[in-house]
């Protein structure tokens, strides 16, 4: 059963910390891995990776996608109470059918 | 680019009455749209998955003469839950993919519609 698993479940830091999320999955014709913000409302797209080893970048925030270890890690840097949320990973399969295999989530509370 | 919108953002309705959702893509033709559910502190839950033209796949328990699905154009997709209950209210959250064609499988999703039946 193809299964995606994130760590950990809830973390909390403070203020200017960095985080590292990981995201463990087994999905049977893998074919990407997304990220996404979940605040109070619907979740917000991050990254989606494809490429083992490739890191993607934007701002604080940066990916990168072991296809060998299937794993993927979000990291944060100088994190802010406004990067608070649920953070979600999910896999993508190579059919047709573009259904997401989602993580349970990580819940990341940054404290001032 | 890539956004996604939903309307209405909030709706409270009688027991026994019919809600639409509206999920419009709108920046980009989506291929296919997803509709989840999401009850609070829990995880987004897949509903089904439609595409333009074709009927909806729903996933396993969900019923689709309850939930029923509108995939009318590339840039619309509607969800109508016929005959609410209180047990119906939750978040509902669409979702649309450009697609191969548009060069993304990559899902963007609307901000959500809270539904609450009273």
């Known amino acids: 059963e193809d299964k995606v698993v994130q760590s950990p479940l809830s973390l909390v830091v403070h203020e200017g910390d960095t985080v590292t999320l990981n995201c463990s999955y087994e999905v049977t014709n893998f074919r990407s891995l997304l990220w996404y913000k979940q605040e109070k409302k619907a979740p917000t797209f991050l990254f989606m990776l494809?490429?083992s080893g490739i890191e993607k970048k934007s701002g604080r925030l940066s990916s990168i996608l072991d296809k060998k270890e299937l794993f993927s890690i979000l990291n944060i840097t100088a994190t802010q109470t406004g990067d608070s949320a649920v953070y979600l990973c999910a896999g993508t399969i190579m059919d047709s059918n573009y259904q997401l295999i989602w993580g349970a989530g990580t819940k990341l509370i940054i404290k001032p | 680019g890539a956004v996604v919108s939903q309307h209405p953002s909030w709706v409270i309705c009688k027991s026994g009455t019919s809600v639409k959702i509206e999920c419009r893509s709108l920046?980009?033709?989506?291929?296919?749209m997803f509709w989840y559910r999401q009850f609070p502190k829990q995880s987004l839950m897949l509903m089904a998955t439609s595409n333009e033209g074709s009927k909806a796949t729903y996933e396993q328990g969900v019923e689709k003469d309850k939930f029923l699905i509108n995939h009318a154009s590339l840039t619309l997709s509607t969800l109508t839950v016929t005959s609410a209950h209180p047990e119906d209210s939750s978040f509902y959250i669409c979702s649309a993919s450009p697609g191969l064609a548009g060069g993304s499988r990559t899902q963007y999703f609307g901000p959500g519609t809270r539904l609450t039946v009273l």
């Open positions: 920046d980009f033709q989506a291929t296919t």
């Open positions: 494809t490429s």
